[in-house]
Each structure stands twice: as structure tokens, then as C-alpha cells.
């Protein structure tokens, strides 16, 4: 019998939710805590972006940028400073996606698909470069991380 590859979805994973509230343009925000890759061990992820309105409509050419900060050495986060990801200065080695936003006010969902994933435990980031603050309420990041597995 041959082999047959199956996509394996795992269930969301709040990422961001409260974080994003009245996130400020070039804002940088940094989930709560660390996703357990080393334990999980997907290979891939999809993020799902909910920003729920803006304080006013974005500039042209908006965009969110996807940041991945690892923990390589079970320690420290490769997060571009000292490790503790409470300051990071978000590099190209970290970003692993833009999310394009229109300009205009209002709910926008965005994806970023296919983010290759290290087997080590991560905290993901963002980096608002809309010109606009995010309103009080109501915004989320998602991830929907999955394997292939072969039968």
C-alpha cells in the first residue's frame, strides 16, 4: 500500500489578545507567554490577524509586521537586545511575515500561511506600522499550527 500524507490542523492558539489594545504605530507588542514548541514539535503555522478598528484610517502601504522570537538556548530570546524580550529590537532574523492592512477604519482580518517552525519554545511579536493606533478593544492574533504526517 502506498504512503499517504495528511495535513495534522491543531486546534488556534491565542497568540495575542489584550496586548493588541490601543497598540500605538510603530508599537511593538510581545504575547504573554511562551509557545512550547520543543513539546509540540509542529512544522508549520498560519497567523490570523483580527484588528478590530483603528483610532483612524491607516496610511497607504500599511502593514503589521510577524516577528518570531526563539529561545535556542532554553534561556534567552533571540529577540535582537538582552534576551528577556521585555525590549526587543525586532530584526529581518526574527520577522517571518507581513500582514497588509487597507486604509481604511473598521474590523480587517489578515493571514500570514505557511510560517516554518523551529522545535524550540518562541514568543511571537508585533510591529505596528500603520500610522494609526489600534482602538480600545477587540483585536487578536491567532496561530494555527500544523505537521504533515505520512500513513
Known amino acids: 500500500m502506498a504512503n499517504k500524507q495528511l495535513w495534522v490542523p491543531e486546534s488556534a492558539s491565542a ?3 489584550t496586548e493588541l489594545n490601543a497598540m500605538a504605530d510603530n508599537g511593538i507588542v510581545v504575547d504573554v507567554g511562551d509557545y512550547a ?3 509540540n514539535r ?7 490577524l483580527k484588528a478590530n478598528d483603528f483610532a483612524a484610517a491607516p496610511d497607504a502601504g500599511a502593514l503589521f509586521e510577524l516577528h518570531i522570537f526563539y529561545k535556542l538556548d532554553t534561556s534567552n ?3 535582537g537586545e538582552d534576551g528577556d524580550v521585555a525590549a526587543p529590537t525586532p530584526t529581518g532574523n526574527s520577522l517571518h511575515g507581513i500582514f ?3 486604509d481604511a477604519a473598521g474590523v480587517q482580518f489578515q ?3 505557511g510560517v516554518p ?4 519554545a518562541f514568543r511571537t511579536c508585533l510591529v505596528n506600522k500603520c500610522g494609526q493606533a489600534l482602538a480600545a478593544t477587540g483585536h487578536t492574533l491567532n496561530m494555527y ?3 504533515e504526517e505520512l500513513q
Open 42 to 48: 509542529f512544522r508549520f503555522a498560519d497567523f490570523l
Open 111 to 113: 493571514q500570514v500561511l
Open 15 to 17: 497568540r495575542m489578545t
Open 37 to 39: 514548541n520543543q513539546t
Open 100 to 102: 497588509l492592512i487597507e
Open 117 to 120: 517552525l523551529s522545535p524550540f
Open 145 to 147: 499550527s500544523y505537521n
Open 77 to 79: 530570546y533571540g529577540d
